[in-house]
């Protein structure tokens, strides 16, 4: 789903349900991050993910220790007559058993398999430890999807109070030029444009307005609550005055933290077991082998005799596959074409990696530099705003000029909360392509 269906479906829910605010809560950014954690059903399918390919990592490595299997049988036979073998003076009768009981314990362990069940077992553990980096990956994920929710909603919201300010500027502003027109000291024109610009600053209030109802309920339902939850932000944007580390040095940290490299890393581990094990089929296999016997009549016991008895042997079992129409071949081929996969997904993906950093690192710092300049403007568009009206008030500029003053100073303060909020964001771009909780050092 692209970002303009998201955003329409939103809109959707906008205008057909109800707004009915529930009772309000606060949350600051990490209250919001461990609430959305606890609610999220996108990590709780990670976590199964995970807990999968645990429990299969130990099905595979069981296939290294004995087994142990019970077997039991009741047969009933029907009449026969007895045996008997016809010795001159003293015939010998055997009788005939006609219920027949059997028990049978079997042991087996293997002694040497090719590293066929060592190789499978580890290629499962590294599939398992590959899982848990995968979900690292998807925490991280979700912890930047509710960093930028929580920061698009506070934009939202500040744009909100930016806009609100701006009206009730301008109503002001009409009083004055409606009231200068009463006297003569204005023409109707100057009251029409005055009217136009407060036109204007409701439509963008009316459009801030509506925005901040659709991040809140875009925020509210990436952290799985009710829509219609009030929700007061608590975390500021902060000022752009923390210092990043060398952009070398959190390269370097990427390629040490990031979860889906070392998820890349443990496929590749896995991999190399697949092709041991895949090998193993050129290989004999031993096992040792025992059974216990429990059975009325045992037929290992001669005369046969209507009671229990029991048995047992030991042995050794040697296989050896002389011909598998070269499945074993194709079993490694397939070993070595994944094994080798895995090696260019790693390189690519370190690459991808130092690109990631770099292009956030870079952003981060062109976000603080826009800060700077968005501070700046907005003195310049109050200080002109002053001065003009200042002039104004006293008949030495137009009032064209005083609206051009007011048009400057609302862009200028909408500018800097965009360069705030966007600074937060990069910030937690640049987390997430780190892999690290923090990746800056306070000056």
Not at 135 to 150: G, M, N, P, Q
Not at 252 to 266: F, I, K, S, V
Request: aromatic share 6%; hydrophobic share 40%.
């Amino acid at each position: 789903m692209n970002r303009a269906s998201i955003v329409l479906s939103i809109l959707c829910i906008v205008l057909v349900v109800p707004y009915a605010p529930a009772e309000e809560q606060q949350l600051s950014l990490q209250e919001s991050i461990t609430l959305g954690l606890q609610n999220s059903p996108t990590l709780h399918s990670s976590v199964m993910r995970s807990l999968y390919a645990d429990a299969k990592a130990h099905e595979a490595a069981a296939g290294l220790y004995p087994t142990v299997k019970l077997q039991a049988g009741y047969q009933r036979l029907s009449d026969v007559p007895a045996f008997t073998i016809p010795i001159p003076m003293t015939p010998v009768s055997f009788p005939v058993i006609l219920n027949a009981y059997s028990a049978k314990a079997t042991l087996q362990q293997p002694l040497f398999t090719g590293w066929k069940i060592q190789g499978a077992a580890d290629a499962a553990s590294y599939s398992a430890e590959a899982s848990h980096s995968d979900l690292e990956r998807d925490r991280a994920e979700f912890i930047y999807s509710v960093t930028s929710a929580y920061w698009s909603a506070y934009r939202a919201r500040e744009m909100k109070v930016v806009t609100d300010e701006n009206v009730r500027q301008m109503t002001s502003h009409l009083r004055d030029i409606e009231s200068m027109s009463a006297q003569g000291m204005a023409t109707l024109n100057d009251v029409l444009k005055v009217r136009v610009q407060l036109s204007n600053s409701k439509i963008l209030a009316s459009d801030a307005d509506n925005n901040v109802r659709i991040t809140a309920i875009a925020f509210n339902a990436t952290l799985g609550i009710p829509l219609s939850t009030e929700i007061i932000l608590t975390s500021p944007l902060t000022p752009a005055s923390q210092e990043l580390q060398p952009l070398a040095s959190l390269v370097n940290d990427a390629l040490q933290h990031r979860p889906d490299l070392r998820g890349m890393e443990r496929r590749k581990q896995s991999a190399a077991s697949g092709v041991t094990a895949a090998r193993g089929g050129w290989l004999p296999q031993l096992f040792l082998t025992g059974n216990y016997y429990y059975s009325m009549p045992n037929a290992r016991i001669f005369p046969a005799k209507d009671e229990f008895k029991d048995t047992w042997d030991v042995g050794l079992s040697l296989q050896v596959d002389l011909w598998n129409n070269l499945t074993t071949m194709y079993q490694t081929d397939a070993a070595r074409a994944q094994y080798a996969q895995a090696e260019d997904g790693i390189k690519a993906l370190r690459d991808a990696i130092t690109l990631d950093v770099t292009q956030n690192y870079l952003q981060v710092d062109q976000y603080k530099e826009r800060i700077l300049l968005a501070r700046l403007a907005v003195q310049q568009a109050e200080e002109n705003l002053r001065v003009t009206k200042e002039k104004f008030v006293v008949h030495l500029t137009a009032n064209s000029e005083l609206l051009d003053a007011e048009s400057a100073q609302l862009q200028a303060r909408l500018q800097l909360t965009q360069a705030l909020a966007d600074y937060e964001l990069s910030r937690a771009r640049l987390d997430k392509a780190v892999g690290t909780g923090a990746v800056h050092n306070e000056q």
